[in-house]
């Protein structure tokens, strides 16, 4: 079933199980960034988009893959808000939204090969049970 | 038995709103001893309290009952309004139907029955007070002030002044504090030296007031009014009275590679070393972790060339004992470490800074004699940065959930003082907010960025890298919705604050409060923000919150002035509600001794009849009634039931838990 906004706004905020009004806008995550120059959206926007949930455009945009999930802004953050889990949590979203998955699991076997890491597989398919 | 008067109190809305106010007066009136109750609008108005007088009188209580507030609040009133009416005051009781009820409770039926059963218990303890009397205690007239800077400067010339003595006591080898050590001030820009140092001679020079620095507060015991510290005089290997301060040994001394800590480890001082030109009191020191004398018995060079005969390598440290009647702590901050902070490359280049060293490079007095210098190389920087809230506003861990609150104006100070003296600079100032409430500080950085062409920028720093001698500073500019890489000499961070490390000892040692931070509380956070909860020891300057010079000063002055109206007195009236033990009972086990935070209780041994005309010698507690502070630990711990506190005994907390389980 299709979510409005505000609902996914939600669901983003329990997947990632934080809390984005601790933020104060210091901007020290987009400070830190390494991709900053690559997004539409940077780090303190993923946060307030998903506060205000105004999330539409940010799920939209190709911002949300060019985070390298480097922890820069995880690390640095002031305020404990972690924007990158929040990137991580529009991406399971949006994935969920898509009848759930990105790929069919069927899609999976072909792709893999042997220099992927056990761990990410395993990590893939985690994401296939939710 | 007792003739007990009720007064229920409404406390305008707070209470009345949640508890039917008439139906708990009808119901405690039903109660046992109970001869008179009422309720009314403002209890501890001037009408409400003569209404309890009238009351006392016409019914002839001996007793009374005040349903209110919490007795925190207004405990003391009742008390006064009794003893006025000839009732003793210890014969007043407060059911707190507001703080512990009506407050916390919604439900009016339920709030009633409880407001009900607390008046109960109340009335209950009430039948077995027994009116004590205060008793009293001397008042040193003495005041000690721990720490010397401004904060401890002021509040011991205030005292002083009032024509008392004052000693402080300061654990550097000089008064002055951190406010020797910076260069100019805002908001005027007036020369910190300038103004610092006068006040440091008048306290040299007054006759009633005594420094001992390089020293420290071993221990403190006592009460307020009568406080022993002891007072250690840490070994200098100088003789402070005989040293004339010319500085002659201290251009002698061969150890010339000492990290200088007035100037913030950026260049070195001698192993003999005088920190100033104007330390108080000018007397060198010897570090005896640098003297090659003191280390290894090889040099004695000071000792040569010392023509006034001062030096003194058998020096040991001295302690003193010493009666005061009041306590200041005034034992300031420090800036934070900045191990959790690699991003700015604090520790990997010597050219980003805090605001302290830049407060050193920019002093004439300091290590560059005034020139800004990048402490790597020597050369004029052109671009610096400065990013503020550096470990300040943080819970995250790394740094201090605060706003260390004077680092937004020295900020603007530094970049404006570096546009005026060197007007080729480009000066980049990274904040999240400016935070510049005060008298005329948001026209003095609104005159920053108008006047002097600094760069504000609403954004921060994410990473700097140091790259071929410059310093690259990846930042964001949250209105431009941009990430900026400036190329920068030097990168100044207004680093956060926090209370000296000795502040938790300290506080340990007065049984003084403080808070998660490690700032010292105060007694109240609006009414009584000089004093802290424990009597006789005060508060001043930056130990109990962030605050700059106008402020400390502001606050070592009203410090001083509650030290002077506690001195002023002769005798201070005493709590009666203190601990009592049972000679017939106690057993000399010790237990009450070690729980005691206060050192209140002592031990002798007694000579007890026994039967056949026999005696015997026991071991028996007895409590020192000024020095007790009725905390009631001791009751507690007592295992024979021999310790018992007044006005709180046993039977009476009893009698309460009973009426309220009935
Ligand atoms: C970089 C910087 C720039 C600043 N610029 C300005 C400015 O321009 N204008 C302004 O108004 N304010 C400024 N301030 C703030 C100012 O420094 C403080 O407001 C002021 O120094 C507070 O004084 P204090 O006496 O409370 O603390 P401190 O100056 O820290 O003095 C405390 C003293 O107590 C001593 N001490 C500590 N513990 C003990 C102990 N256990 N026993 C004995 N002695 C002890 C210390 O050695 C020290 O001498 C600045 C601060 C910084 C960090
Ligand atoms: S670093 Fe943290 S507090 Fe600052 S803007 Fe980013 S998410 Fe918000
Ligand atoms: S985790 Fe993503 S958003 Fe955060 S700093 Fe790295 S790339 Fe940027
Ligand atoms: S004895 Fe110690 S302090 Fe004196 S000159 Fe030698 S090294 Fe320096
Ligand atoms: S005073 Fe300014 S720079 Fe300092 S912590 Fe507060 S907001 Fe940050």
């Avoid at chain 2, 007792?2 to 406390?11: A, L, M, S, T």
């Avoid at chain 2, 004590?132 to 400067?153: D, H």
């Avoid at chain 2, 700097?464 to 100044?492: C, F, H, R, T």
């Avoid at chain 2, 009849?609 to 005696?615: A, E, G, K, Q, V």
Wanted: aromatic share 6%; hydrophobic share 40%.
């Amino acid at each position: 079933m299709e979510k409005n906004e505000k609902e996914l706004a939600q669901l983003i905020q329990e997947i990632s199980g934080l809390n984005p009004k601790k933020c104060m806008k210091c901007g020290k995550c987009s400070g830190a960034c390494p991709a900053f120059h690559e997004m539409e959206y940077h780090p303190h926007q993923f946060v307030d988009m998903v506060d205000r949930g105004d999330v539409n455009r940010l799920l939209e945009s190709k911002s949300i893959w060019m985070c390298l999930t480097c922890f820069a802004c995880v690390e640095r953050c002031p305020r404990d808000v972690k924007p990158a889990n929040f990137i991580e949590a529009a991406r399971l979203a949006l994935i969920r939204q898509q009848g759930c998955n990105h790929l069919k699991d069927e899609a999976v076997p072909p792709l893999l090969d042997e220099e992927m890491p056990q761990q990410a597989i395993v990590s893939a398919y985690r994401k296939f049970k939710k | 038995m007792q003739r007990i008067g009720v007064f229920v109190c409404w406390c305008g809305s707070n209470i009345a709103a949640t508890v039917d106010v008439q139906q708990v007066a009808d119901e405690l009136a039903k109660e046992p001893g109970v001869v008179y109750s009422t309720n009314y609008q403002y209890m501890c108005s001037q009408s409400g309290q003569q209404m309890i007088q009238e009351a006392i009188k016409e019914h002839h209580l001996t007793g009374i009952v005040i349903c209110s507030c919490s007795p925190r609040m207004h405990e003391a009133t009742f008390r006064k309004t009794a003893a006025a009416a000839g009732l003793n005051s210890y014969m007043v009781e407060i059911a707190n139907i507001r703080e512990q009820c009506s407050w916390i409770h919604k439900n009016k039926e339920e709030a009633t029955e409880k407001a009900i059963i607390l008046g109960r218990a109340a009335i209950a303890k009430v039948h077995l007070n027994a009116p004590l009397t205060a008793g009293e205690s001397p008042v040193v007239k003495r005041a000690l002030v721990i720490g010397g800077g401004i904060a401890g400067i002021q509040t011991a010339l205030d005292i002083a002044d009032a024509g008392f003595e004052v000693d402080i006591v300061e654990k550097k080898p000089t008064i002055g504090g951190k406010m020797a050590q910076i260069d100019k001030t805002f908001p005027t820009l007036d020369c910190a030296a300038c103004i610092l140092t006068p006040k440091m001679v008048d306290v040299a020079q007054n006759e009633k007031i005594h420094i001992y620095s390089y020293s420290e507060v071993e221990s403190v015991k006592g009460f307020v009014g009568n406080f022993t510290a002891t007072i250690k005089k840490k070994a200098r290997y100088v003789k402070e009275d005989v040293c004339t301060g010319c500085g002659l040994c201290t251009e002698k001394c061969p150890m010339k590679k000492v990290p200088n800590e007035f100037n913030q480890m950026l260049d070195n001082r001698t192993a003999i070393y005088i920190p100033f030109a104007q330390a108080v009191p000018k007397v060198a020191t010897i570090d005896p972790n640098a003297c090659m004398m003191l280390k290894n018995g090889k040099c004695g060079v000071c000792s040569k060339v010392c023509t006034a005969g001062a030096i003194d390598y058998t020096q040991k440290d001295e302690y003193i004992e010493q009666q005061y009647g009041a306590i200041v702590v005034a034992t300031g901050f420090n800036t934070i470490k900045l191990d959790n902070f690699d991003e700015f490359a604090y520790s990997q280049s010597p050219d980003v800074v805090t605001s302290l060293e830049f407060e050193r490079l920019m002093n004439a007095a300091g290590p560059t004699g005034g020139t800004l210098l990048r402490p790597s190389d020597h050369t004029h920087p052109h671009t610096l940065v400065f990013v503020q809230c550096v470990g300040s506003r943080d819970i995250s861990g790394c740094g201090k959930p605060y706003c260390s609150k004077i680092c937004c104006m020295y900020t603007a100070k530094h970049a404006m003082l570096c546009r005026e003296k060197y007007p080729d600079t480009e000066v980049y100032v990274f904040y999240i907010d400016v935070r510049t409430p005060g008298k005329n500080f948001d026209e003095f950085y609104r005159r920053a960025v108008e006047e002097y062409g600094v760069h504000y920028i609403k954004g921060m720093v994410g990473k700097v890298a140091p790259k071929d001698g410059k310093l690259m500073v990846q930042a964001s500019d949250l209105l431009a919705n941009d990430q900026l890489l400036i190329e920068a000499d030097m990168v100044v961070l207004a680093t956060a604050i926090e209370p000296d490390e000795s502040a938790r000892s300290i506080a340990t040692m007065l049984t003084a409060s403080m808070d998660t931070n490690d700032f010292f509380t105060e007694a109240h956070p609006k009414l009584r923000p000089v004093e802290s909860p424990t009597a006789g020891i005060f508060l001043s300057g930056v130990c109990q919150g962030p605050k700059d010079i106008p402020e400390t000063v502001s606050q070592a002055s009203a410090a001083a002035a509650k030290v002077i109206g506690l001195l002023v007195k002769d005798k201070l009236t005493c709590n009666p509600c203190v601990a009592e033990s049972n000679e017939l009972m106690c057993n000399g086990c010790s237990a009450c001794e070690k729980v005691c935070p206060y050192g209140a209780i002592t031990y002798s041994d007694k000579e007890f009849r026994t039967p056949y005309r026999t005696t015997i010698m026991r071991r028996v507690a007895s409590v020192n009634p000024a020095v007790c502070q009725g905390c009631g630990a001791c009751t507690v711990a007592c295992p024979s039931g021999a310790m018992d506190l007044k006005g709180f005994s046993t039977r009476q907390i009893m009698a309460e838990v009973d009426a309220i389980c009935k």
